[in-house]
């Protein structure tokens, strides 16, 4: 597989974790764990439950992913 295979899904946070981990809620219920990459941690800031992202998530662990984006 791609590096162009990865899932991306939008959800909430909703809970804050330590280490810029967090976790997100989908809008199916489906909950998963999120992090910033150290590069952008600097432009997204802390997030805080109730922040939209997007997580993107490779097929083979849906459990986890990286957050690409604030909406």
């Known amino acids: 597989m791609s590096k162009d295979d990865s899932i991306c ?3 909430s946070v909703v809970e804050a974790l330590p280490n810029g981990t967090v976790r997100v809620e989908m809008p199916n219920g489906y909950r998963a764990m999120g992090y910033v990459p150290v590069k952008k941690r600097a432009e997204f800031g802390p997030l805080k ?10 097929p083979y662990d849906l ?3 990286r957050i690409t984006a604030r909406r």
């Open 9 to 11: 899904a939008e959800g």
């Open 63 to 65: 459990s986890q992913g």
């Open 49 to 58: 439950p109730g922040d939209k992202v997007a997580l993107e998530m490779t």
